[in-house]
């Protein structure tokens, strides 16, 4: 990574528990396993080897959705009669009229020198109807369209780095909750009036942040609904209005509370570039935001995937915001023991990219999971030296610990046991951010009596072995420090393979989550494109430049 992207991340920080270095670093978790630091500096060695071909080719193309986040960050606003955005239209009548690869900056704001008009969503409905052509421009007509729309996108940043500061005086006016780790609770009825004060009265009952489930699909959407919503499948739709209620209605009970209380959606999906953006606007605090979940689990194109990825960690940097990534779901496919070393190997990739957009590493909410068969021997032990292995791995970001889902069996007395050996090894580990276990989760919509036991679990647990990690030690050489070293090991040699390789490939062959996902295939390749020769990007000049 460019030594003045790390620098400035490091130098915008976060406020309270979020700084880097408060995680696990001092706390007497790391240390344990007694991992060779050669190997460990190899791994992100060849973390970055396999990494970086696939950042050339993200700073290489651009796509629809980053297009669409850019004008979005230059005002573009509001919905057609059919609901769809007017973002969509002015992308859509640009890629007709000039293609993609030069970007739509230009064209856009020199369509509007030549319409003069000031109102880039009105220039959206005008090109809508078809009374607007665009054209690529040049010489003089080019360096003004390109100083405009500098201005405009500016503007929007400005706006992220003003909602970011509002978070840094609330939490230093709330404070951040006294304990590690955060308690991570999902709300999902469909209908943001009904997950308002179910998120609420889950803040009351102890939750620290707070996770809006989007509707079922959304991430399919080539387009970012409008408006409040009520009709959501398994979730709810992630819109901007909806971000705006949730975090007021937050906003309210942290002050109520004296904590503050962070609000979490999904960047991911075909729309991940715009999904950052609306929530650097309106001040969501974390957002799910993995670099190969959307590939793996929803088919999206390899290359779209990871031009969108990039651009939305770049916002999300801005916007000091957590990302949550997702290698819990490989184990969901995958075997969570033959295949523990894939979820090593992909949180390496995840910081890896993470750092190259410009992510601190208290920003870095990597992904693991509760999910080995409880039947198998020792498996308590194993989930122990897995969960351990990534705190000393990466001791200062706040990793996202994932309770069991894939063995849970509609028996909730063994489901609610299962989370509470689940919230053990949190706390025995020093995790993060720990998502509330449900003993009817995978079986049934957990009910609200559901999640009051859970979270009576959590506290129940964190009350009476919240320092347990200062005790815990694992036997010089015994079964846990074998376990974890031989998973590094295994994740060595993979990484040696996929270098030897590449990324793509190893994507394509299955290698993770045993999804096999080509790179010439997939939703939403139509959608991307080589940048020519003269594209133009002002919201990456400005977030890669530090200057708005």
């Known amino acids: 990574m460019r030594k003045g992207l790390r620098e400035r991340a490091n130098h915008r920080g976060g406020t309270g528990a979020g700084r880097a270095g408060e995680w696990g670093r001092g706390d007497g978790v790391t240390g344990k396993l007694d991992l060779d630091p050669v190997l460990v500096a190899r791994a992100r060695e060849l973390a970055r080897r396999a990494g970086q071909p696939v950042v050339d080719l993200a700073r290489s193309h651009t796509t629809v959705s980053v297009e669409r986040a850019v004008l979005r960050?230059?005002?573009?606003?509001?919905?057609?009669?059919?609901?769809?955005?007017?973002?969509?239209?002015?992308?859509?009548?640009?890629?007709?009229?000039?293609?993609?690869?030069?970007?739509?900056?230009?064209?856009?704001?020199?369509?509007?020198?030549?319409?003069?008009i000031s109102d880039v969503t009105l220039l959206a409905q005008k090109a809508a109807a078809g009374s607007v052509r665009f054209q690529q421009p040049s010489g003089k007509a080019a360096t003004a369209a390109r100083k405009a729309a500098r201005r405009a996108v500016g503007a929007g940043v400005r706006l992220i780095d003003r909602r970011r500061a509002e978070r840094d005086r609330l939490v230093k006016r709330y404070g951040d909750p006294a304990q590690r780790p955060w308690i991570y609770l999902i709300v999902a009825t469909g209908d943001i009036y009904e997950d308002i004060p179910q998120a609420q009265a889950a803040a009351r009952a102890g939750a620290d942040v707070i996770a809006v489930i989007r509707s079922t699909g959304q991430s399919l959407l080539d387009y970012v609904p409008e408006g409040a919503t009520r009709e959501g499948f398994a979730g709810t739709y992630a819109t901007q209005e909806n971000f705006r209620l949730m975090r007021a209605a937050l906003d309210e009970t942290s002050k109520e509370l004296g904590r503050y209380v962070r609000l979490t959606n999904y960047a991911s999906g075909l729309c991940m570039p715009e999904m950052a953006t609306l929530a650097g606007l309106e001040r969501l605090d974390m957002m799910?935001?993995?670099?190969?979940?959307?590939?793996?689990?929803?088919?999206?194109?390899?290359?779209?995937?990871?031009?969108?990825?990039?651009?939305?960690?770049?916002?999300?940097?801005?916007?000091?915001?957590?990302?949550?990534?997702?290698?819990?779901?490989?184990?969901?496919?995958?075997?969570?023991?033959?295949?523990?070393?894939?979820?090593?190997?992909?949180?390496?990739?995840?910081?890896?990219?993470?750092?190259?957009?410009?992510?601190?590493?208290?920003?870095?909410?990597?992904?693991?999971?509760?999910?080995?068969?409880?039947?198998?021997?020792?498996?308590f032990r194993l989930e122990l030296a897995h969960a351990l292995l990534a705190r000393e791995l990466f001791p200062d970001a706040p990793l996202k610990w994932m309770p069991p889902t894939k063995h849970m069996t509609g028996d909730v007395?063994?489901?609610?046991?299962?989370?509470?050996?689940?919230?053990?090894?949190?706390?025995?580990?020093?995790?993060?951010?720990?998502?509330?276990?449900?003993?009817?989760?995978?079986?049934?919509?957990?009910?609200?009596?559901?999640?009051?036991?859970?979270?009576?679990?959590?506290?129940?647990?964190?009350?009476?072995?919240?320092?347990?990690?200062?005790?815990?030690?694992?036997?010089?050489?015994?079964?846990?420090?074998?376990?974890?070293?031989?998973?590094?090991?295994?994740?060595?040699?993979?990484?040696?393979?996929?270098?030897?390789?590449?990324?793509?490939?190893?994507?394509?062959?299955?290698?993770?989550?045993?999804?096999?996902?080509?790179?010439?295939?997939?939703?939403?390749?139509?959608?991307?494109?080589?940048?020519?020769?003269?594209?133009?990007?002002?919201?990456?000049?400005?977030?890669?430049?530090?200057?708005?």
Do not use: C
């Open 288 to 379: 799910l935001n993995d670099s190969m979940y959307g590939i793996l689990f929803r088919d999206i194109n390899p290359i779209r995937t990871f031009v969108d990825q990039r651009f939305s960690r770049q916002v999300h940097a801005r916007a000091g915001i957590i990302i949550n990534t997702g290698e819990d779901n490989y184990l969901t496919t995958a075997d969570a023991v033959d295949e523990a070393h894939t979820v090593t190997v992909s949180q390496l990739l995840n910081e890896f990219f993470a750092h190259e957009a410009g992510l601190a590493d208290w920003q870095l909410g990597l992904g693991h999971a509760f999910e080995i068969n409880p039947d198998l021997p020792e498996s």
């Open 73 to 116: 960050l230059a005002g573009v606003t509001g919905a057609d009669p059919d609901g769809i955005p007017w973002v969509n239209r002015l992308v859509d009548a640009v890629v007709a009229d000039v293609g993609l690869g030069h970007g739509v900056a230009a064209p856009v704001f020199d369509a509007l020198a030549r319409e003069q």
């Open 413 to 548: 007395f063994r489901g609610n046991l299962l989370d509470g050996f689940f919230n053990l090894v949190g706390t025995m580990t020093g995790q993060g951010i720990l998502l509330v276990g449900m003993m009817t989760e995978a079986v049934v919509t957990p009910w609200l009596s559901d999640r009051d036991i859970a979270l009576q679990n959590v506290r129940y647990v964190l009350g009476a072995a919240g320092g347990l990690h200062e005790d815990f030690v694992p036997a010089p050489g015994g079964f846990i420090q074998q376990r974890a070293n031989r998973v590094l090991g295994e994740a060595l040699d993979l990484l040696e393979r996929i270098g030897d390789q590449s990324l793509l490939t190893a994507i394509a062959e299955g290698t993770f989550g045993i999804m096999k996902r080509p790179a010439d295939r997939g939703k939403g390749l139509a959608g991307v494109a080589a940048h020519d020769a003269d594209y133009y990007n002002p919201a990456t000049e400005i977030l890669e430049g530090d200057r708005a």
